[in-house]
């Protein structure tokens, strides 16, 4: 499990056993109502924050997905780390995905800029550029690739553990967004890219494009 979902877990399921013990004592059901309530919620944050090793494939410039989801979005823009005419690939999380965050290729962390936004929902075009997201460049010998830690309708906690000049491994963990959220990856215009819209892909494993 993510080090970052355990205050939720802990948290849950002690004040849900909290409010069971006030209802042994004193029989008001409401007490067990709130105590189930809350261990219920204890429990499905130690699912949403479940952490499962992952191999990332060995392919020369493979390109893989930061985050398990659903392929909303390809798309041609201009972006600050990787260029005019860069292909965008926007990848959902549902509440029911693995939400840690993995490095999408090996090279040297360009920037990581956090920016303040709105908190459209997630699958929209529009929460590219308008919502709450971290924006990491990272350099490799075949180009520059990005990609965006973006938050959704829910979310509205992004945890961004790179650093400008690190040194990252594709597949790396680097961060998650809490409940529900996007993440964008964002590669240069000759990267062939390997998924379709509405495909399922697989955090550190799901190749989403090649760099030439």
């Not at 849900?16 to 006030?22: E, H, P, V």
């Not at 360009?110 to 920016?115: I, K, M, P, S, T």
């Not at 997630?122 to 308008?130: L, Q, V, Y």
Request: proline share 6%.
């Amino acid at each position: 499990m993510a080090r970052d979902g355990l205050p939720f877990v802990v948290g849950g399921i002690g004040v849900g056993l909290a409010f069971i013990a006030l209802w042994l004592v004193f029989r008001w059901e409401p007490w067990r109502v709130l105590g189930v309530v809350s261990v219920i919620f204890g429990l499905f944050c130690a699912f949403f924050f479940r952490d499962p090793d992952r191999v990332a494939p060995a392919e020369p410039g493979a390109v893989v997905s930061p985050a398990d989801g659903k392929v909303v979005e390809i798309a041609r823009e201009n972006d600050r780390y990787v260029g005019p005419d860069a292909q965008r690939v926007s990848v959902f999380l549902s509440i029911f995905d693995v939400h840690v965050n993995r490095v999408p290729i090996s090279g040297r962390v360009a920037g990581v800029e956090y920016r303040r936004g709105k908190y459209l929902v997630a699958f929209a075009g529009k929460a590219s550029a308008g919502n709450e997201q971290t924006h990491v460049g990272i350099e490799t010998e075949r180009g520059i690739v990005a990609f965006k830690q973006i938050a959704g309708f829910i979310a509205r906690r992004i945890v961004c553990t790179l650093s400008p000049n690190d040194s990252v491994q594709v597949g790396q963990r680097c961060g998650l967004i809490r409940f529900g959220s996007r993440v964008d990856i964002i590669m240069p215009p000759e990267a062939r890219v390997r998924v379709a819209r509405g495909q399922r892909v697989v955090g550190g494993q799901s190749i989403i494009g090649v760099l030439p």
